[in-house]
């Protein structure tokens, strides 16, 4: 019988053939190869910069690392754990600002009200412990209530109207810092509000707000941590959960996200809530850290357009769709080391507001340069 079809003998032409179930496929290591001549490889060095000139914080670390290293040569009290503690402290303060606005620039939308309702909760709570009575902590979360209210109402009015939130929490703004200022002079005579602190609940609201540790010479106060633990609830849930994916998806292609289904209206709603409880917090911080509060002033040293700044120098893109909250509080570390060595080094304050300008310049342009590799080149 021929067997030539199907050879079997030993050595011949099948005693190389692999079983069925073993058939070796071949195998393109490069998938280029099927299409065409095999480009060049990128070098890792440009490889590596091309990662980094894609990530708008990029500008702020570098900032930082240049400051840093500048006052630091110019004024060594920068770098002793008093300057560090003041560094920190202002850096503290407006970067839990500076990350609640960030996660809402990444969904593309603006909030101004953060300062002013800083002020206008911490001016319910002094009125509500110090004219009608209340403990501390039960006004704490009538005020806080209060700023949620106020988040709240700038969500829905975004998302309902269609108005531009720069408009819409501008007009919340004016409309909190009149009401603070009218409704202080009505109840209290004036508007600032002062001795709360021998009300029931105050020592315990200080050890949550406002703790200190001595290191040195230097005081470091528990807004850090807060700031800190702030950052990195924001970071995970920004990368790491559906809701940071839909803010990313606010932000970058609103109507193409609401087709596929994505709580567009839910999620800017949440993070105006976000942005206000935010607000309550710097202001309760301030209000248990001086025990007085005044109706029309700030939260400290910052306004609320400075928390819009920071998250813009941090990488944020104006049009949404791209930052972190990482990037915010690197910012927010920029902005307070400039301004601390600044002061040490005894120039004139002015010049604070000049290299801010500068570096929120070179944010702005960094930040469309990249929107601009991020349209030639989309990431997945």
Known sequence: MDTGAHPTARGGPAA??????????????????????????????RRFLARAFARPSLPAVVGLVVVVAFFALRVPNLVTPFGLATVLDTAALLG????????????GQFDLSVGVTAVASSLLTALLIGYAGWSTWPAL??????????GVVNGVLVVNTGLPSFLVTLATFLILQGTSQAGAQAVAGGTRVSGLDESPGWSSATAVFDATVQLGNGRFSVSILWWLGITALATWALWRTKFGNAVFASGGARQAARELGVPVRRTTVALFCLTAAAGWLLGTMTLVRLASVQA?????????????????????????GYGSAIGASVGALLYAVAREGIT??????????ALLGVLLLVALLANGEVRRRLRARPRS
């Open 16 to 45: 190389d053939v692999l079983p069925p179930e073993r058939v070796a496929v071949p195998v393109i290591s490069d998938p280029r190869a099927a299409f065409g001549a095999r480009t060049a490889e990128v070098p890792a060095g």
């Open 96 to 107: 839990i600002g500076g990350v609640a606005v960030a996660l809402l620039l990444v969904a």
């Open 141 to 150: 979360l009538v005020s806080l209530l209060a700023a949620l209210v106020v």
């Open 296 to 320: 029309g002033g700030t939260v400290g040293i910052l306004s609320g357009i400075d928390f819009i700044v920071v998250a813009v120098i941090g990488g944020c893109l104006l049009t949404g």
């Open 344 to 353: 040490l080094a005894d120039w004139d304050t002015r010049w604070f507001q």
